[in-house]
């Protein structure tokens, strides 16, 4: 099946302004989701001081949970329940109370004689645009995209993805990828046309539609691919983390199997700007965080990019990196971290950053350690030990209780 494109004549829209900083009084919600499920910690308005609540769904994996932000209290949390298989919880209170989806995503049923999908778990959340109130998206492993236009209820794929047979080789097989299996990730609403859409696959490229799913294009100019594999077959790119700017959508940062990357709109090239990083810490890595309201600044951490590909931090000494020149220049920010024999690393899912001014960062780590930074990243300490392994975090504005 062909794939229709279009140019991006879309994107000549007037930026959007940037977004406001949350305001001082605040407190932060941080939503951290683990192996054996989820914990929040919420902190005083000034963000010295934190509380931690949980555990929810203990003993399940909690892949990805996260703040409806149009209401300020709608929870989706995505869950493998054991021998129940994967689903999706909601909660309207806050995490008090949890309902499950009565139909979580699914992948259609093969017709008779061909070999069909089973979804082995939901991998990523999104609410979709502002003007489309109780949607979400989500990605799942194997790679597919779904919609809930009932908060979170009920699920249906959007067949011009999940259908369409010339993307299903993009996907490659359920065998091909990460090692904790190929999956969807980095589903992004364009702010400004709840139509506008793009997503990642690993393995599988960077894609982009202007119609809202029903046609998809391929976004993978200018980035590379493992050496010996041939960068012409889009099943080999793998793009681990891909976030639009808040304060300009029209910029995207990508962290790469194979480096970072930046993309202006309507450009299609990507540049690779982690080029400019240390050549002994180098641009491999997961997680990227783009600032919400400038568009030169964005923070990764690097991880081992060694062949065998440890996937620990370089010579166990962990930091956090950012460019404030759009990839120009990179700046090591480590202090309150390790400075040896610290061998975790940091999932794409598992660095955020909230809105307040200065803009405050968080990660958690393979260890089960959760770290935050008031300061933009300039001193760093853990506020949670001994979580089981941190899959993804997500900070909002603080729920009333």
Same mark, same amino acid.
């Given at each position: ?42 902190? *005083? ?8 609540? #949980? ?29 129940? #298989? ?14 499950? &989806? ?8 093969? !017709? ?12 990523? +959340? ?6 489309? !109130?109780? &949607? ?7 790679? #597919? ?31 091909? #990828?990460?090692? *904790? ?8 609403? *364009? !702010?400004?046309? !709840? ?67 930046? %993309? ?31 568009? *030169? ?72 350690? %959760? ?27 603080? +729920?009333?209780?």
């Amino acid at each position: 099946m062909a794939v229709k494109k279009k140019k991006p004549t879309a994107l000549k829209r007037k930026r959007p302004a940037a977004a406001r900083a949350q305001k001082s009084n605040q407190p932060v919600l941080v939503m951290v989701a683990t192996r054996k499920g989820a914990w929040f910690l919420r902190s *005083d308005a000034a963000r010295k001081n934190w509380r931690i609540e #949980g555990p929810h769904f203990l003993g399940n994996i909690i892949n990805h949970v996260v703040l409806d932000p149009r209401d300020g209290k709608t929870l989706l949390a995505a869950a493998s329940t054991g021998h129940l #298989g994967p689903t999706l919880f909601r909660s309207t209170n806050g995490g008090r109370t949890w309902k499950e &989806a009565s139909k979580p995503p699914a992948f259609a049923k093969a !017709p008779e004689g061909e070999k069909g999908r089973s979804v082995n778990h939901t991998f990523w +959340l999104v609410p979709c645009h502002a003007n489309e !109130p109780n &949607a979400w998206y989500a990605g799942t492993s194997p790679q #597919g995209l779904f919609r809930s236009d009932d908060g979170g209820d009920t699920w249906h794929g959007v067949s011009g993805l999940n259908d369409n047979l010339e993307y299903r080789k993009y996907m490659g097989s359920e065998q091909d #990828g990460t090692p *904790d299996g190929p999956k969807m990730h980095s589903v992004i609403v *364009d !702010p400004r046309d !709840p139509k506008h859409l793009y997503f990642g696959m690993s393995s599988g490229g960077v894609h982009e539609s202007l119609d809202g799913g029903k046609t998809w294009s391929p976004l993978v100019n200018g980035m590379e691919v493992v050496e010996g594999f041939d960068a012409s077959n889009i099943m080999f790119h793998d793009p681990h983390c891909v976030r639009m700017c808040p304060s300009n959508p029209d910029r995207l940062y990508q962290q790469n199997h194979c480096g970072i990357y930046r %993309l202006d709109r309507p450009g299609t090239q990507w540049e690779r700007v982690g080029n400019n990083m240390p050549k002994a810490v180098g641009d491999v890595g997961f997680p990227m965080v783009v600032h919400p309201r400038d568009e *030169d600044t964005a923070w990764v951490f690097p991880m081992d990019g060694q062949t065998v590909w440890p996937r620990t931090s370089p010579n166990g000494r962990p930091s956090t990196y950012v460019t404030k020149d759009a990839g120009m220049t990179w700046q090591r920010l480590d202090a309150g971290m390790p400075r040896e024999q610290a061998w975790w690393t940091v999932k794409r899912q598992a660095m955020t950053s909230d809105a307040k001014d200065p803009v405050g960062l968080y990660f958690g780590t393979t260890s089960g350690e %959760l770290w935050a930074s008031r300061d933009e990243g300039k001193k760093w300490s853990c506020i949670a030990r001994h979580l089981p392994e941190i899959y993804a975090v997500e900070a909002a504005v603080a +729920l009333e209780r």
